[in-house]
């Protein structure tokens, strides 16, 4: 069930996929801490099952709008809840773990180590070529990791734990982005995030039946944060993240992952007022030289030339 080769994509993003691709890196990196905010009011398993439920429902009823069918063929099912699994299922659940114990802007880095990991698991898989180059990226990413890891062991802190857990949802994030491109899925991707979303729903649910004695009437800021983290952050976010791979290879419009953890350190800080500390400086840094060895160098290469052909 390996896909087939993908028709050829433009390497340039149009001003349209520009303007997408700056609303993606907005709506992504505000969502860290709107999802603090939640996790704050809100029990864990609670607050990613409202998510996955109001998120599928709302990619669904797009999907329909735009006169895709909903059906999952049945050679598929499988694949989706194991995609499902890794993908939304282990992202959502230990990224508000994470965030329970751990610095916003902390989490959000150690999260988009994800495509490090994509990497390290399509070599067995996809066929990935471990590059000497790709492989200082995982150092790098490794490093970044170890630095934040390092403070919390140094300052004797809980936020380690968060650190461990965002670490095995990047991991499961990565694997599962690897099961999604392994499948030659025959319906829209949209469609098959709905399903994802769906079978990470029944897990984060089965979770939530333990907290219901927590349960509490939600303030409207958590009630906010609720429906922004499931709209803005999932639903929405990954429209446009799908649009944008319609227009250009899937690795020019993987840049956004390079933008999305600063700005969640930068709407950490000032909507939440959490300090950033050379750590996260560092630790920024050393995420961005990962990800730059990792991602396809020459379409960032025409992706820059592009904007600076449109500034000009």
Not at 68 to 86: D, E, T
Request: proline share 7%; aromatic share 10%; charged share 10%.
């Amino acid at each position: 069930m390996k896909p087939e080769a993908p028709p050829d994509l433009p390497t340039r993003l149009p001003l349209k996929g520009l303007l997408l691709l700056l609303t993606l890196m907005l709506a992504w990196g505000l969502s860290w801490p709107t999802m603090k905010v939640a996790v704050g009011y809100i029990p864990v398993f609670s607050f990613r099952s409202f998510c996955a439920v109001i998120a599928a429902v709302a990619i669904f009823a797009m999907a329909r709008a735009a006169g895709h069918r909903l059906a999952m063929p049945r050679g598929y099912r499988g694949w989706v809840v194991l995609a499902g699994l890794l993908n939304l299922f282990g992202w959502m659940f230990f990224s508000a773990l994470a965030l329970t114990v751990s610095p916003t802007g902390q989490t959000a880095i150690i999260a988009y180590t994800m495509p490090l990991w994509a990497f390290l698991v399509g070599i067995p898989l996809l066929g990935e070529r471990p590059t000497a180059l790709r492989c200082l990226g995982l150092l790098l990413g490794m490093g970044a990791i170890g630095l934040l890891a390092w403070r919390g062991i140094n300052e004797s802190d809980a936020s380690i734990w968060g650190v461990a857990a965002m670490a095995v949802g990047a991991v499961m994030w990565g694997a599962g982005t690897v099961v999604v491109k392994y499948v030659n899925w025959p319906v829209p991707m949209l469609v098959v995030t709905g399903w994802q979303l769906v079978a990470a729903a029944v897990p984060l649910t089965l979770g939530m039946l333990l907290e219901i004695d927590s349960l509490e009437p939600l303030p409207p800021v958590a009630m906010g944060a609720l429906l922004y983290s499931a709209l803005g952050g999932i639903a929405v976010g990954y429209w446009i993240w799908f649009r944008i791979v319609e227009m250009v290879p899937a690795g020019v419009a993987a840049l956004s992952s390079l933008a999305v953890p600063g700005v969640g350190v930068a709407s950490a800080a000032l909507v939440l007022g959490e300090p950033v500390t050379w750590v996260e400086l560092t630790a920024l840094g050393l995420l961005f030289a990962a990800l730059t060895t990792v991602l396809p160098l020459p379409d960032l290469k025409e992706l820059f030339a592009r904007v600076n052909a449109d500034r000009g």
